[in-house]
């Protein structure tokens, strides 16, 4: 867990660590996420229309799920490029991130790391997944570091 950190309100904010990711993976596109329409500020003010970036994942690194609620291995993981992924200790470098994804072409490979935790945030709990790294890499490398791990 993170170090709390003050809110809006008086409580702190805490963070739960559900799962950790580090992979290697391959750039495939970003992508328009629409709104569904399902609240009454839809479409105009509800925020839900995103611009993600996507990521097909080759190798798990490593995974840690200390408890039963933490996302599983996925085969694809994509990320909320305006939203910045919350606004915990990662989100700082969120950005940059933002960034890095502008600059990659479908088929590029990187070392891409994720958390997912569970925010309790004043009264409010959700889900967060930031990204703790994402660094292009090139063939070679993405392949000596599948090589040095094995898959489960």
């Known amino acids: 867990m993170f170090e709390p950190t003050t809110a809006r309100g008086t409580e702190p904010v805490t963070r ?3 799962a950790k990711n580090v992979t290697i993976a391959r750039f495939s596109q970003t992508k328009d ?4 329409f399902r609240t009454s500020l839809c479409p105009n003010d509800c925020g839900h229309a995103a611009t993600v970036a996507e990521f097909s994942i080759e190798r798990y690194l ?3 799920k200390p408890g039963e609620y933490g996302d599983d291995k996925t085969a694809i993981f994509c990320f909320d490029m305006k939203r910045q992924q919350g606004n915990g200790p990662a989100a700082a470098s969120q950005e940059v991130f933002t960034q890095k994804v502008q600059t990659l072409q479908p088929g590029d490979w ?3 790391s994720w958390l997912h935790e569970y ?3 004043n009264g409010g709990h959700f889900p967060e997944r ?4 994402l660094e292009q890499i090139d063939a070679l490398e993405a392949q000596q570091c599948m090589a040095a791990t094995t898959q489960d």
Do not use: A, K
């Not at 996420?33 to 569904?36: A, G, K, S, W």
């Not at 930031?130 to 790294?133: D, I």
């Open 33 to 36: 996420r629409p709104c569904h």
């Open 130 to 133: 930031p990204v703790t790294q």
């Open 119 to 121: 925010v309790h945030d």
């Open 110 to 112: 990187v070392r891409l």
């Open 16 to 18: 739960d660590l559900l």
């Open 62 to 64: 490593e995974y840690e």
